[in-house]
Structure formats: structure tokens, C-alpha cells
């Protein structure tokens, strides 16, 4: 697909109102937005069902329900009216569909149960009613049965007695104890593989059985061609945050037993796909090496499904993300799917996205010679897909830096895509929104460095602006051709905003994203330093009304900033780490091997110490405003926020810090959405303050 091609498509539905009476975005345009996530495709290749989203009319969650549209376009219909309804999956003969229905009770959301749906009409049907849900629901080959995760156990299937009630007290025994969004885990409850078998017609709710059991999880559950067994991936390790990452390649009959260990690779695996013969699996993996990294660049394999099989890496040779993305605020916040390779009718390929420079494109990978061709080219994210059961046709979820996501029918042979929605036609076609511009410079050692520069609409270049630089997270991800509202809102308050992606980012090869491994922060804030350098020299900052911010690993690389240079004259830092000794007795998830740090805390005392942002507390002059997720346990605020607060505070730096309740390291992404509006008003409400000078007093003590 040419990029014209794909410009042409979106300009031909947002023209139809003068640019000179369009209006500048606002961050509450954030509240009427819509998405279209998890788009999936029928086996004849003829109609695509998706998971439609958006938000509710409190302002407070999204509502989600399903959606069809023919691939020959002609507008979508409503197949479910939700709110939460999601993870459709196609029966093989395309008469029905499987999908994921929750409820509340009590105000309370429940577990999601599966439902069926005729296409050629009626009800949907519940299918589970299990106490603790169903989901990634997969048909079998002669679509008698479905095969799903639930995490209850047998126990829960009995009825409770008088005086049964399970105690509150939690026994915590393993170091990863909590999850992000997820709360405290419960080692006990293993998300296990369960079948039900599909019944003609649903009078009452099947019973299904638990397939796999015992202390592991397993997940990626796909059926053999014959339906005789279940393959899976898993991690059999009870602590496995002893080892390097893992997961490994399984089967068991699809009645149960004992399972069988089909492959495995020094490193995790995942997003399985089996070969239209049956004989061969393809998966991606990244491999750990020697010694371990702190990236490891993800790569397409091949293995033969019998017990014992040694894959191939079939990407080994080619230096970019395979399976890869770019980061932006606007993907899906509810309703994403993992997307999963694909195989031609002939066996001969498979095909699969990969990012390349801030790029997320299909490619297509020979199965014999491992050579990666392109599908689809241009300046974009191809954010999900799926494809017909023969693989000539895919229903493709792209999003551009002016268009959050539309689909597009997608001719696999030849690359030509056709746009079939337009998720936000009348809200776009009254919004003034520019590209932004990218270029690439030298870093500091010489090294390219690739950027973006979003500038404010109807942009002067004989005007000096104020401008933001604004980091992203990881480190190890990437910035790229997606739609991003943060910047064009910020753009159409008066800022240029600047977003580059500093070595240690994704997309740009193996070496590349692994460079800073034990030296981060260090040398990509010199990559940072030099982005705006870079734009100064162009002519259009004034370098007297810099500001910083970013989010995780950009709120650590934003209190290093202004710990190093005083150049910003206001910095956000959003749900941050200060201290990497804290973190690392905090996190949800540990260091324990020596990926970001050779050992623990009193192992590497002055290496934590020299990298911990805090250590350059008393160097910081610049107003500081932090933004922090109450519910975080990603970078818990007390590792992060709380100390650079409290530390500027004692110094009387201006600081402020703003507290989000209930919000988890998603806030941004996928929070609740008067909390997105209002982090996006906090954050440019600080830098008009200290870079326009605008009488603002609600950070006033």
C-alpha cells in the first residue's frame, strides 16, 4: 500500500469543512471520542465483527458492544447493544459467533461469561456461568467446542455451607505479590484451560470441564486440525522471577491429562499460530542471551509439533520488532486483543506486524528462507488485524498522527487497503489537525536519533514558541506515526511539543534498544538534550520557555532532567520512580535478575544510588508538578512522586503533586476518562503558568 493511497482514503471523509472554520482540539474531546479495537474478520473473508468503544455518559468508564461491517464497506450495524461486551470470536463456518459478556451486580462489575450469537439472528445465549468467568475464548477446527481460560477451581463449584467463609488475611509467600491493575494476586487460582461443547440449541447453560489443572497457568490455548488435543503456552517455574524471562510450548488431550512438552527456546513464547496442515507451529519469541539483556528484540519462529522439536529463528537476521508496536494514548482503552500470526493457505507464509522506526507495518515471512517482505508500507500503526481462514484477505486496525483508528480491508496478495469506517467522522471533520513533522539528528556521540516536532496549527515560523519535550515511557518502547491527543492538544494551546525516541527505544534494532542496559538514565538524556537543541537552532523555540514531562520511564528521565541541566524553566513528572532502591522493594514486578541492575540494592549500592534521581535533589531549581496514580503499583508514588515532592518542599522548590484516586499506571492510557481530561489540564495548566507567565494559583501553597 502506498502512502497517497492511504492519506487519500482519510482525506476524502474530513475535507468537507474549510480548514479556516475548523476549530482548535480540547482535551475534553477526549470524552467524545470512539475506537474500534479487536477487528475480526470471517472465515470467508466477508464481514468483520469489532468491538466498538466509547466513552459512557457519566464520563466515569467505557461502554463497549459489538459492531459489523461488510468488507466492501456500506456502513457498520449493532450486533450487541453491551456495555460490556467484547473478545468475538467467528465460528469456522461464519453462522455464529463467541463472546465475552459481563455484568454488574450490586454496582460491582462480575466476572464475564461466554455468549453465543446466530448471525442469521435471535438472542445471545449464555454459554458459561462459571463463579469466577471465562475468557480468550478459541473454537475448535469442527466448531463443536470451545476451548477458554477460567481461574475458578472445584471448589468454588460447591455449595457453601454455614460457617464457610473464606478469611480476609492474605499469606503472601512469593516476591511478585501484586499486579498493576490487577490488585493482589492469587497464586492459588492458576488461570487453567477449560472446554464446553457447543450444543445446536441453548435451552440452559452447558457445564463445562476444566481440561488442564495444578499450580501453573497456562494460556494462548489452540486446537489441534483434528480437535484430539489443545496446544498451550506456559511458565512451569514457581518463582520465576529467580529466572530469566520463559514460556514454553505444550499440548494436552483435549479430555485432559498429562501434558507434553512440544518446544522450547531460551526465552518466552508466545502468540502461537498452527499451520494449515497441522504439522508446524509458528510463534514470536525474544531470546535472552548471554549475558541477559534488558531488551531482547522479539522474533518470529517456526517449530514442528511434535513432543521434543527444536524451532527455528526465521527472523534472526532481520534487525527489527517482529510483532512490535508504537505507544500513543488513543489505542483501545477497553477491548484490545493479542494479535496473532497468521499462515498462507499454502503454508508457504506467515504473516505477522513488526515496527520499524515508529512505523508498525504486516510483513510477510517466508517459512523456508526466513526473508521479510512488507504488505502494507506507510506512516502509520498498524495497531491489530486478522485474517480469512484461506489468509487472502485481513480486516487491519490502522490509527495516523491526525485519525485514531479506522479499518481497512485488506488484500493481502498485493498490499491495497480500502478504509470501511470512520469512527470519528463528524467530531474529525470539524477539528483543525496537523502532522507533525519528523527529522532525524546526531546525537552528542554521533549516533542518529529519529524525532517528532508537533507544532501549534496555522504555526508561524517567524513566531518563537514556548515548547515541550515530552518523553516516553518503558524505556524500552517507542514513539511513532500514531495519534496521539496529548500532543495535538498541547500543540493547539500555543506549544511546539517535541517527542524523540532516545537510544534505548524500540523499533530501531537489537543493539540499539539494549545500548543503555545498566547505564539508564544516562546517555539518552543526552539524546533528549540534543532533540532540543536540535529544534532550537531551527528557529522556532524560545529557549527561555522550555518545559519536560513524560510518563514511567519518561517521568524518570524528566527528574533527571531537571537534576542535570537547569535549561527547563517547568517540568511534569508523571507516576515516576525517585529512589531505585524504593522501587526495587516495591514494584509489582521485581529485579531479582540482573537486567536493569547487576544485583540488589546493598549488592550495588553506589550504582543505585548514582542512578536514583533523587541523589541530584539538591541541584533541582526548576518548578516541579507530579502527577501520580493513588492505585499505582507499577512505580508505587511512595518510590517515586512522594519523595521529590517532599524533598522539594523542604528545599522550597515550587512542587505541587496531584493525586488521582483509584487510577493505576493506566491513567493516561485507559483511566477513567474526567481523570484523563484532567491530567492532560494539570499538565498544561503548570506550564502556562511557569513558561506564559499566566496568573494560575491552584498550585499556590
Known sequence: MRTAFLLASLLCFATHIPAAQKRLITESDLLKFQWAADPQISPDGSQVVYTHVKVNAKGDGYDTSLRMVPMAGGG???LTAGPRDSGVKWSPDGRQIVFIRAFEKDGKPQPGQLFLLRMDGGEARALTDLPKGAASPVWSADGKHIAFNSTTLPKDLEKKKEGDEKSDVRVIARAAYRGNGLGYLEPDRPSHIWSVEVPPIISEVPHPKQ????DFAESDARWSRDG????????????????????????????????????SIDGPIGSIALSPDGSRMAFLGSLNG??????????????SVQPGSTPKNLTAGYDNDIGGGVGGDQHPPRGGAQTTPFWSKDGRFVFVVASEEGRTNLKR???????????????????????????????????????????????VANGQMRQITNMNEKLFSELNLTAPEMFWYKSFDGKQIQTWVQKPPNFDSSKKYPMILNIHGGPHSAYGYTFDHEFQWMAAKGYVVVYPNPRGSTSYGQEFGNVIQYHYPGDDHKDLMAAVDQVIKLGWVDPDKLGVTGGSGGGVLTNWAIGHTDRFKAAVSQRSIADWRDFWYTADFTLFAPTWFRGAPWQQEADFKERSPITYIDKIKTPLLL????????????????????????RKVPTAMVQFPGETHELSRSGRPKHRVERLQHIVAWFDKYLQGQDIRTYDP
Do not use: C, W
Open 76 to 78: 457498520s450495524r449493532e
Open 211 to 214: 481440561v488442564t489443572s495444578g
Open 228 to 263: 484430539s488435543q489443545i496446544y498451550f503456552t506456559s511458565n512451569r517455574e514457581r518463582e520465576p522471577y529467580y529466572h530469566a524471562p520463559d514460556r514454553d510450548l505444550y499440548a494436552v488431550s483435549a479430555s485432559g491429562g498429562d501434558i507434553t512438552k512440544v518446544a
Open 290 to 303: 548471554e549475558p541477559i539483556r534488558s531488551y531482547s528484540q522479539p522474533d518470529l519462529f517456526l517449530t
Open 365 to 411: 515471512v517466508d517459512m523456508e528462507t526466513g526473508k521479510v517482505e512488507a504488505v502494507t508500507k506507510g506512516d502509520h500503526d498498524l495497531v491489530s488485524y486478522s485474517a480469512a481462514a484461506d489468509g487472502s484477505k485481513a480486516a487491519v486496525l490502522i490509527s495516523t498522527p491526525t485519525n485514531i483508528g479506522d479499518l481497512y480491508a485488506l488484500d
Open 627 to 650: 502527577i501520580e496514580g493513588e492505585a499505582d503499583m507499577r512505580t508505587p508514588s511512595g518510590a517515586g512522586g512522594e519523595q521529590m515532592f517532599r524533598a522539594l518542599k523542604f
